[in-house]
């Protein structure tokens, strides 16, 4: 009898347990028993010829059918709590100690400025790059801080889905008139108001057509993007002036523009040659330079210059003359108008993504023929590493990662390892390293140092995965190692944000061997993840990796310690952030001798110094990689263009003597 009670007991318990983990189906009743006294089977339930056959014992209370279903019912719950307590023991094992930093307080900024953004691109109305991501993040950073800030952009529509986000705009019925191409060309304003920022859009005929943002379906740039573009500066020069955003006015003509990339560049020469020489206008406004990649110049033959709608005599500053031996023939002058030129030329400050990067661009290798005219203004070049949208890539809610965690413990880390392994059908190990690859297959991003490395590091006891589009060739190299290696490789060729979630998570390491690098994303995404990258030391990846140093502690403080030290990147205290463990590893010379050495040598501290490992995770977690930080070091160019007088004032003499 006291036997029965227990079970009755248990299999009440047993119920409360599975309402508690709310199993999807409801349990069957079971009909109330009484058990009768003296019988010689205590119950009244049906006989288990089951249990009695099999088991050569009778249950004492359960019928057949549903010892079956309560058997199920049973391991799901076990199931259940045993994953649950395995959850619980991966993260008692993984606490830190460390808890994560909070977020930034804002505090408005006591000089608020208006500032222009301009750009051929911006997330997530169109996007090709890293550029798109800048102009839709920093410019709600500066609002946060007490700017008022717009964004002029092309109205695209492509024929894709990104089309639709241009419908919430409406027409601000301001038009302007933009002379340029021997002839004036109308354009319209659309806005759009998001976060607080002004999103202004250019429309024009010329934005309108299926195909992609620069090039078309062939991949071959439109014919007219010198024409697309010059548009685009001359009609952001405009919108200040122009648009009259309800209730608040026009921004009037003391802006600080910030022109990106060669798309935007002809706004310092507009700004400077027109309407502050001949328009007596923007006298007090400034023009940035800002360089996301440094190859994309918009040069055209010298021939276009009338096109561009600039006076005559600032030809010079768009002239560029390519050395003889990048000359098509004999008779080739090499004679181009370089937009780039004539911005960095003519605007007051000059800035690109990374610090490393700044000074690469002065170099002949860097500088891709702007060295010359790069070094000249090096007293006005800056470099600020981009922040990272912390929102989209926060480990503690990814909805494409099954299993959340933060600094204060790395158990879902794991776990997420394990899910990509098996989600790839490699082996579910925790004890092997799991190494990433995310980008472009483009020969910036180095891929083809890993197929040239491929047979070695497969001859460790690795597991990689490469996810990315582009030359056929490296894409058929992914196919083959796939079926080469097919137990420790696998290559995903395609676009796959979810897939990047992924990857950044789940793996151990994240190999990044780019040739050159303006700033770079993926590796700030692997650092906040606890993903520790291997990567080539140049240009912005050289400036945010901190080298795993072997003779630090393996002591969490010292760690986080050492990322707030490393948070002011090369202006910060340095000395501490040297202290510590390290968040990566980088090579210095683009050969597989120096970038294996760092893969092997990650891969033996991964197996052979876990505390070691973790302490790099914790220091790698614990930087502040937002964009606030990031605008702030804006706000300072953007301030010392204000102090500084302009760099292109009205030439005085131009009026009297001539
Ligand atoms: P770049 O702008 O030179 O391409 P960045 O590192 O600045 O390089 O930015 C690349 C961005 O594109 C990152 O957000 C990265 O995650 C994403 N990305 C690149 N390739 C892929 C891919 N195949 N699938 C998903 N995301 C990708």
Redesign the pocket.
């Known amino acids: 009898m006291e036997q029965i009670r227990q079970l009755q007991e248990a299999n009440q318990k047993l119920k409360e347990d599975m309402d508690l983990f709310a199993m999807p189906e409801a349990l069957p009743q079971r009909p109330d028993f009484v058990p009768e006294a003296g019988s010689m089977q205590g119950t009244s339930a049906p006989k288990s010829s089951f249990s009695a056959d099999v088991l050569g014992m009778e249950m004492p209370y359960l019928g057949e059918g549903e010892t079956r279903v309560g058997f199920q019912h049973f391991d799901k719950v076990e199931n259940e709590k045993a994953r649950m307590e395995a959850m619980r023991v991966e993260q008692a094992a993984r606490v830190t100690g460390v808890t994560p930093r909070p977020p930034p307080k804002y505090e408005k900024t006591e000089w608020p400025l208006s500032i222009v953004f301009v750009s051929s691109e911006v997330t997530p109305w169109s996007k090709t ?2 550029l798109a991501d800048v102009c839709g993040s920093l410019p709600r950073e500066l609002v946060k801080r007490g700017h008022r800030v717009m964004v002029v952009s092309p109205y695209y529509q492509r024929g894709t889905k990104e089309d639709k986000y241009f419908e919430g705009a409406f027409d601000t019925c301001s038009n302007a008139s933009v002379g340029c191409f021997g002839a004036a060309h109308e354009v319209g304003f659309m806005h759009q108001i998001h976060d607080g920022v002004d999103f202004v859009f250019v429309k024009h005929d010329c934005y309108e057509r299926p195909g992609g943002i620069y090039v078309d379906a062939m991949g071959n740039a439109w014919e007219d993007n010198q024409f697309r573009y010059t548009l685009l500066s001359h009609a952001a020069c405009e919108a200040p002036l122009k648009i009259n955003f309800e209730g608040k006015g026009t921004y009037g003509d003391e802006v600080v523009f910030v022109a990106n990339d060669w798309h935007a560049g002809l706004v310092p020469l507009v700004v400077a040659s027109k309407y502050r020489q001949y328009w007596n206008t923007y006298h007090n406004a400034r023009t940035i330079t800002v360089i996301h ?1 440094i190859l994309h110049q918009g040069s055209e033959p010298a021939t276009t210059f009338p096109n561009l709608g600039i006076p005559d005599d600032w030809y010079w500053c768009l002239e560029y003359q390519y050395p003889e031996h990048m000359r098509a023939h004999e008779l080739d002058l090499g004679l181009v108008v370089n937009i780039l030129k004539g911005a960095v030329a003519t605007s007051d400050r000059v800035l690109t993504v990374s610090e490393g990067y700044a000074e690469e661009i002065c170099t002949p290798l860097g500088g891709k023929g702007l060295e010359g005219i790069l070094t000249e203004r090096k007293h006005r070049l800056d470099g600020v590493v981009n922040g990272i949208d912390l929102d989209e890539w926060n480990p503690a809610n990814d909805p494409h990662c099954e299993f959340p965690y933060d600094v204060s413990n790395l158990a879902g880390k794991l776990m997420n390892k394990r899910a990509l392994q098996r989600e790839l059908g490699f082996d579910v190990r925790d004890d092997v390293p799991l190494l990433g690859f ?3 297959l483009d020969w ?1 991003k180095g891929p083809d140092l890993i197929r040239d490395s491929i047979a070695e590091m497969m001859n460790e006891d690795v597991q990689l995965v490469m ?3 582009g030359i056929g060739e490296l894409e058929g190299f992914m196919q083959w190692a796939e079926a080469t290696y097919n137990d420790k490789f696998r290559g995903w060729v ?4 979810p ?2 979630h992924r990857i950044t998570a789940g793996c151990d390491i994240l190999l990044m061997p780019s040739r050159f690098e303006p ?4 590796q700030l ?1 692997a650092m906040r993840y606890g993903t520790l990258p291997i990567a080539h030391a140049t240009g912005g990846l050289n400036d945010t990796i901190t080298r795993h140093n072997p003779f630090a502690l393996d002591d969490p403080e010292v760690a986080v310690a050492a990322a707030i030290a490393s948070d002011e990147g090369p202006d910060g205290n340095r000395e501490m952030a040297d202290l510590g463990p390290g968040t990566g590893w980088l090579f210095d010379s683009m050969d597989t001798w120096s970038f294996m050495y760092c893969v092997s040598n990650a891969c033996k501290l991964f197996r052979e110094n876990p505390k070691m490992w973790r302490a790099m995770q914790i220091q790698a977690m614990s930087q502040d990689l937002s964009w606030y930080h990031a605008a702030l070091k804006w706000e300072k160019i953007f301030e010392w263009s204000k102090i500084d007088p302009p760099h292109c004032e009205i030439k005085q003499e131009h009026h009297h003597h001539y």
């Open positions: 790059g890293g990649n995310i980008g472009r910036q996810l990315g589009s395609g676009f796959n944000v897939v990047a700033c770079g994303l993926n995404y």
